[in-house]
């Protein structure tokens, strides 16, 4: 049996108190969504073919799947990066689906698989720390990075863990990948986003900046109970975190694992599920080979 460490965050108690606290309110509704690119020429590609999915307000869900099945775009369709063709998306109830990424951005965090991408190189830590906390607050009366804004967000930065406490007026163009993302991860969760959404955000980092990074990810959703939706490259990290684990094949979903199937599920068995739909001949031997080489 694998130890509470390894098994996500979801224990049998933390589930309890997570119902309790949630209330199973719907964070995310996505009805028959269908998304293609370039439509009518010759290089549409149908990227979304009828997605239903219900998230949970507090679940974490990890997602893996071949190359190319959509899982980026599943992510770009919650956070409004396009329109889909047709379908509804819901989140914490309100119908989103026409709503711009500017307008849902107050709601959804993002990050992303390059460690540049999240935070502003030229600014220091505590002014990009700063410039999240101001994300979607009112802009008057302005608030100033004073001492005690300061403070606060050295405390934050002390629980990365990234020797990071006495640089807070270090620019962050001059931080390492693993610190960049820790950084970046932390200015996501600080004002306590409904949704959370990470793609592939540890598949750039060193092992050892991978792992801290995900401790913290598991920190942070536990700590602010926060519905947290993950694609991961890692079949291993798909198991070992979260409560369900959804897995993509050519703009569907093919598979949606609870808690107790996880649990009792190996990476090896996974890989015999994607095999199962070799066979089914939803899958080429090509693609086996690539889902080894990928995840393993
Ligand atoms: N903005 C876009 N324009 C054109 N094609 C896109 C765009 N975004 C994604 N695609 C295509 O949609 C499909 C799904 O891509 P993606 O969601 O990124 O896959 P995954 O993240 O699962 O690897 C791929 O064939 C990809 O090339
Ligand atoms: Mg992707």
Not at 104 to 113: E, G, L, P
Not at 267 to 286: G, H
């Amino acid at each position: 049996m694998r130890s509470a460490d390894t098994q996500g965050w979801c224990t049998a108690g933390e589930l309890l108190r997570r119902e309790t606290r949630s209330r199973g309110i719907q964070m995310i509704e996505i009805t028959d969504l269908h998304k293609r690119f370039n439509t009518g020429t010759p290089n549409e590609v149908y990227a979304l073919r009828g997605i239903n999915l219900t998230i949970k307000e507090g679940d974490f869900v990890t997602i893996i799947g071949t190359n190319g099945s959509g899982k980026s775009t599943l992510l770009n369709a919650i956070a409004g990066t396009f329109l889909p063709d047709t379908g509804r998306i819901r989140i914490a109830g309100e119908d989103v689906t026409n709503r711009t990424d500017f307008q849902r951005a107050k709601h959804i965090a993002r990050v992303f698989q390059n460690p540049f991408m999240g935070t502003a190189p030229g600014m220091t830590i505590a002014e990009n720390l700063h410039m999240a906390y101001l994300r979607g607050r009112k802009v008057y009366p302005a608030i100033r990075l004073d001492a005690a804004r300061r403070q606060e967000y050295g405390k934050e930065v002390e629980q990365l863990e990234m020797q990071l406490e006495d640089r807070l007026d270090n620019v962050i163009g001059a931080l390492s990948g693993g610190q960049r993302q820790a950084l970046t991860l932390l200015m996501a969760v600080l004002n306590r986003p409904k949704v959370l959404l990470l793609d592939e955000h540890t598949a750039a980092l060193d092992p050892k900046s991978a792992a801290q990074v995900i401790k913290l990810t598991r920190r942070f959703v536990e700590k602010g109970n926060l519905t947290t939706f993950m694609v991961t490259h890692s079949m291993q990290q798909a198991l070992d975190l979260g409560c369900r684990t959804i897995m993509m094949h050519r703009g569907g979903i093919i598979d949606d694992l609870t808690l107790d199937e996880k649990r009792r599920m190996t990476v090896n068995d996974l890989l015999a599920k994607f095999a199962e739909l070799r066979q089914a001949e939803r899958l080429t031997d090509e693609m086996l080979v690539a889902l080894r080489r990928d995840y393993l």
